[in-house]
């Protein structure tokens, strides 16, 4: 009895690690797929991509450089757990002068048909361009410069919130990628309205 | 029994949906769009066939006491065979599906065969016995996608026929319970009858 399935168990693992060894390699070429599409989906045209870990040492972000080699966006990584359905988990690429190139969902688990039109064009396509910086980013029933999905307010909100997230992250970042003479006046005015978005939240 | 009724007999006598009524779980949850609900039954058909003609194989040598444990070791090896693969060469299916694949284990579709068919049968017999289910549940979980994802959104496979919204409780969960009654009372009362 205990042969038998001491057998059955062993044939199977055996099983098991052959798949897995010939697989291996595809599915780690496919999950890098996915995550270089998912770049290029919010960065400009890029020459080279640099992956760098934050200081938390877990996530990392993203320096697409050009051709001479100059950084021309920064894409971070954000999430925000106030979605109608839990998490939020978005990439969001920046350019230099702060403003967003464009974003993109990375995993969400809202209504279909209601919030889960936050990775339609319709909604999404508002942020292509939009300078948290110099707009506010929130929802226009709070105050912001945000049109939210009709029915779906909760998820909008929590799509500004990620995103706020990844401002946070691109101003404690820009300093060290983006070392330009331009740079001295951007930060001072981006904290000013970071500043007056959390007294709205 | 003929070797052709073997693999027919999934698609309406023994349809595993409406007929058997088994394997409720992922028929319920991974029929939002025609796609998601083929894919569904694709995959259970692929663990289906595989498991069943390994149980039979060794069904003659495993004693009674241990038989559910080891079917169970072999259908999860067959799953974790396939969530590998799908990974690997479909990760945007596989990403759509996600829990619903580990959970093929717990499916009562795949352990049912097993038990009233592979392990007195012939290995042949049963491979032809899990494509004929397999291809029944396929059918069945397509057949509920292409309905809600008309009613829902008003689109086929993808491809948008009616303009607008659709009628998105179809493609909730209460939406899944009313297509799936209905087209139960459809089958039951002018397919099934006439068998």
Same mark, same amino acid.
């Given at each position: ?42 960065? *400009? ?9 934050? @200081? ?21 990584? @954000?999430?925000? +757990? ?13 350019? *230099? ?11 969400? +688990?809202?209504?279909?048909? $209601? ?18 910086? %110099? ?23 929590? !799509? ?12 404690? $970042? ?7 003479? %331009?740079?001295?006046?951007? *930060?001072? @005015? ?10 709205? #939240? | ?14 349809? *595993? ?65 396939? %969530?590998?693969?799908?990974?690997? !060469? ?6 759509? $599906? ?27 017999? +049963? ?21 809600? #994802? ?10 948008? $026929? ?19 009654? !209905? ?13």
């Amino acid at each position: 009895m205990v042969a038998c399935l001491g057998c059955v168990t062993l044939v199977c693992a055996a099983l098991l690690g052959v798949v897995y060894v010939y697989t291996e390699d595809a599915v780690s070429a496919a999950q890098q797929a996915k995550s270089t599409k998912a770049i290029e989906a919010v960065s *400009p045209a890029f020459d080279s991509l640099c992956e760098e870990t934050e @200081a938390d040492g877990r996530t990392s972000y993203y320096v697409a450089r050009d051709a001479e080699g100059a950084n021309i966006a920064l894409i971070v990584t @954000a999430e925000s +757990s106030k979605g109608f359905g839990g998490k939020i988990k978005m990439m969001v690429g920046f350019l *230099p002068d702060g403003s967003i190139y464009d974003t993109s969902v990375l995993e969400h +688990s809202e209504t279909p048909g $209601l919030g889960a039109k936050a990775t339609e064009e319709g909604f999404k396509g508002q942020f292509r361009g939009f300078n948290p910086f %110099q707009r506010k980013l929130s929802v226009v029933k709070d105050g912001g410069d945000v049109d939210a999905i009709t029915a779906a307010t909760i998820t909008s909100r929590a !799509y500004c919130d990620a995103l706020q997230t990844a401002t946070d992250k691109f101003n404690t $970042l820009s300093q060290e990628v983006f070392p330009k003479p %331009q740079q001295e006046e951007e *930060p001072a @005015a981006g904290e000013e309205n970071i500043e007056e978005d959390t007294r709205n #939240e | 029994m003929s070797k052709l009724s073997l693999v027919t007999k999934g698609f309406v006598k023994d349809n *595993p949906t409406f007929a058997l009524m088994l394997g409720m779980c992922p028929t319920l949850a991974t029929t939002t769009s025609a796609v998601n609900g083929m894919s569904m039954g694709l995959a259970t058909a692929f663990v289906l066939i595989l498991s069943n003609m390994a149980i039979s194989a060794i069904a003659r040598f495993v004693p009674d006491k241990v038989r559910i444990p080891s079917y169970i070791v072999v259908i999860a090896t067959f799953v974790t065979v396939l %969530q590998l693969l799908m990974q690997a !060469y479909v990760p945007a299916v596989y990403d759509t $599906l996600g829990l619903f694949i580990p959970l093929i284990v717990v499916n009562c579709i795949v352990l049912g065969r097993a038990e009233a068919f592979a392990n007195k049968n012939s290995v042949l017999d +049963s491979a032809l016995d899990g494509l004929g289910i397999g291809l029944g549940f396929t059918l069945s979980l397509t057949v509920i996608g292409i309905v809600r #994802e008309l009613l829902g959104a008003g689109s086929i496979f993808g491809y948008k $026929l009616i303009a607008g919204d659709g009628i998105l409780v179809f493609v909730l969960a209460p939406g899944a319970f009313l297509v799936l009654a !209905y087209l139960l009372v459809i089958f039951r009362k002018y397919i099934l009858k006439n068998e």
